[in-house]
């Protein structure tokens, strides 16, 4: 699976939009981009994932740049409770010994401040 | 709609007794994880197993032992604990079956072991 970097930490007012960078420069054809969070004392919670279009849901954006060799995250209005540590992920598409596992790395811990 | 349910949420063991994690969940997943996560380290994957029936080895499989019960039970089980083994662990579960690979994992909220 590709490598990821993230920065260590951000921070983000209330009520602004989060932008959580990841690189993934070796990313393959075959592998998602995959996003999950850690609130504190909690299980990882998924966000979002895509392969190589932009992706929205009720949570979050996430946009892919056209080399696929990079991604953000974007929070549109964090609150309090978006202050958690981001995990982005790159994950084989199909088959093989690899298949369907996740290997998290150290994440970006982002504090939502009033 | 429980998800995926851990059991104990905490535990205390001396180094060389026995126990086992359990792990059940109700969404009719294919796959099932057990990953445990320390300080500093982030979360790194024991065992999984793919389908009920098969289980395989992750990335930190040693002192471990797992069952796949049935297709919504997947034990961890420690023969002989250790203080090394002390972390917080997380089972998961995904849709994911041999044909499916495009799917999120649901984690649990965790069990705190602790060995003395």
């Known amino acids: 699976d590709a490598k990821t970097t993230q920065p260590p930490s951000m921070d983000c007012a209330e009520g602004r939009a989060a932008n959580l960078p990841c690189n993934h420069s070796?990313?393959?054809?075959?592998?998602?981009v995959y996003w999950y969070r850690q609130i504190h004392s909690q299980g990882p919670q998924y966000i979002i994932h895509?392969?190589?279009n932009n992706e929205t849901n009720e949570m979050a954006s996430l946009i892919i740049t056209e080399d696929r060799k990079s991604s953000t995250l974007i929070l549109p209005h964090a609150t309090l409770r978006d202050t958690a540590v981001y995990y982005c992920?790159?994950?084989?598409?199909?088959?093989?010994?690899?298949?369907?596992?996740?290997?998290f790395g150290q994440g970006t811990i982002l504090t939502v401040h009033p | 709609n429980a998800g995926v349910t851990q059991t104990p949420k905490f535990q205390v063991l001396k180094t060389g007794q026995s126990m086992t994690l359990q792990c059940a969940q109700d969404?009719?997943?294919?796959?099932m994880y057990w990953y445990r996560q320390d300080p500093g380290m982030g979360l790194r994957l024991i065992y999984y197993?793919?389908?009920?029936?098969?289980?395989d080895k992750g990335e930190v499989p040693n002192g471990y032992n797992v069952s796949r019960l049935n297709k919504r039970e997947f034990s961890l089980r420690l023969e002989s604990a250790a203080p090394s083994q002390t972390s917080v662990y997380f089972c998961?579960?995904?849709?994911?079956?041999?044909?499916?690979?495009?799917?999120?994992?649901?984690f649990g909220n965790g069990t705190r072991l602790t060995v003395t």
């Open positions: 998961a579960s995904s849709v994911d079956g041999l044909a499916s690979y495009n799917s999120p994992l649901h």
């Open positions: 070796t990313i393959s054809g075959n592998e998602y």
């Open positions: 895509g392969l190589k």
């Open positions: 992920i790159v994950r084989i598409r199909t088959g093989g010994t690899s298949y369907g596992k996740l290997t």
């Open positions: 969404m009719n997943h294919n796959s």
């Open positions: 197993s793919a389908s009920e029936g098969t289980t």
